[in-house]
């Protein structure tokens, strides 16, 4: 039924084509202005009423429909946004400019009127999107940090790093539970993609860890939001 009257909507829409744009030149041929006015506003006028119309349809359609996604794959689409991120902020400005000589990144980047490394531009973005209020949020960690709190903050964590330092392949991902609430947290390799990452790292006084190499795994991208009250589980 949707589907048929969708159709003479559209038929209807056509009609008022073909009605209108042959009096809008005839009306511009015999130099009848005032005319041509308002032909043209009774066009924009139904086309208007037609599509918002047809706006109001498929926002009940939306409505009613109903996606599920499974937390893994919410996760994996925002590390996907996440990685490129980093990734393009690394090669195209800091390894570009670096090269160039135009200007450096350091840890010190706002004394030194210098770009942000890399890492502190991911963690920096994270803190915005954690001030957002949606309860989603995402950091660097790893198990040779330089700053303790960057750092596995507990046992799972910590077990997620040591998982995807082994196989940066593997995603390592669950539930995690805080009062009544539950969060899905999901853990995946980080590499050193960059020269400012890998020298920052080797070159730090307090890094416990000096012997990197590009494309080394030196940490862990955490990714963590809440998930729905569970309708069986609801009051």
Request: charged share 25%.
């Amino acid at each position: 039924m949707e589907k048929f009257w969708f159709q003479q909507e559209i038929l209807k829409a056509d009609s008022i084509g073909l009605e209108v744009f042959p009096r809008v030149l005839e009306a511009a041929k015999g130099g009848a202005v005032m005319n041509t006015k308002r032909v043209i506003v009774r066009s924009v006028l139904s086309a208007v009423m037609f599509f918002g119309c047809l706006g109001i349809a498929f926002a009940a359609d939306e409505e009613e429909l109903e996606v599920d996604f499974s937390p893994q794959v919410v996760a994996d689409y925002i590390h996907a946004v996440i990685a490129a991120d980093r990734a393009l902020y690394t090669t195209h400005v800091v390894d570009r400019l670096q090269e160039e000589r135009v200007v450096v990144a350091t840890e010190s980047w706002k004394q030194r009127k210098a770009l942000p490394l890399p890492a502190q531009m991911l963690l920096m973005a994270g803190r915005v999107v954690e001030m957002g209020g949606s309860g989603l949020r995402y950091r660097l960690a790893s198990l040779w940090p330089i700053y303790e709190e960057n750092g596995p903050s507990n046992v799972f964590e910590e077990t997620g790093l040591e998982v995807v330092s082994e196989d940066p392949d593997e995603v390592y991902s669950g539930i995690i539970t805080r009062g009544d609430k539950r969060f899905f947290k999901a853990i995946y390799a980080d590499r050193a993609v960059s020269k400012a990452c890998v020298n920052c790292h080797n070159g730090h006084v307090l890094s416990s860890k000096r012997d990197f190499k590009l494309g080394d795994v030196m940490g862990a991208i955490i990714i963590s939001f809440p998930l729905p009250i569970d309708k069986k589980e609801a009051p």
